[in-house]
């Protein structure tokens, strides 16, 4: 499915908001350090979305509705990506905010995924169940309007058949 990829990689401009909003926060400028922060970031962030959509994918194999699946999967994966996200988090804010021998190596790296894992988890478990409801539900009544167009024609094709065999007998 490419749908899923899709929303899984909704998650990384999510991460953006909080990861400009901590450099306006703290005042200082963009550099390469940043640049190594977002790629491990991403990762991070990305985890998450994984963790979520494969959840909710089990769940609707099961037989739940795309709104079931949705909260039952925002409610069971919280606090796995909560934990995540804290543990993260907390080990990087000494590295980010302490000036020491090598901060302004780490600092940008550092100060970029507390910021934009902060805000990024936050709106993945928000947002991401929506996006996932909206997508999936566009693609289920797509498929839905698919199999009914394929029974119209397969009724067609009996009527069809049944006239040339009627025709032929006559």
Not at 58 to 82: K, Q, W
Not at 126 to 142: Q, S
């Given at each position: 499915?490419?749908?899923?990829p899709?929303i899984?990689?909704?998650t ?28 491990m ?10 963790v979520?959509?494969d959840y909710?994918n ?5 037989g ?10 925002g409610g ?12 993260t988090?907390?080990a990087?804010?000494?590295?980010a ?7 302004e ?10 910021g934009?894992l902060?805000?990024?988890?936050l709106l ?11 997508f999936?539900?566009l693609a ?7 199999r009914?167009?394929r029974?119209?024609?397969?009724e ?7 006239r ?7």
């Amino acid at each position: 499915s490419f749908l899923d990829p899709f929303i899984i990689l909704f998650t990384v401009p999510l991460s953006l908001i909080g990861v400009i909003g901590l450099y306006m926060l703290t005042g200082e400028t963009y550099s390469l350090l940043t640049a190594v922060g977002m790629v491990m970031l991403a990762g991070i962030i990305v985890n998450n979305g994984i963790v979520f959509v494969d959840y909710t994918n089990l769940l609707r194999a099961r037989g739940r509705s795309i709104r079931d699946a949705c909260i039952e999967a925002g409610g069971n994966r919280l606090r796995p990506i909560l934990m995540t996200t804290f543990t993260t988090v907390l080990a990087l804010v000494p590295m980010a905010f302490y000036p020491g021998e090598g901060s302004e190596l780490v600092s940008p790296i550092a100060k970029t995924v507390v910021g934009g894992l902060t805000v990024g988890a936050l709106l993945t478990l928000f947002l991401v169940p929506v996006i996932y409801a909206i997508f999936n539900g566009l693609a289920e009544k797509r498929e839905m309007k698919k199999r009914e167009k394929r029974r119209i024609r397969r009724e067609r094709r009996r009527e069809l058949e049944a006239r040339k065999t009627w025709e032929t007998e006559a």
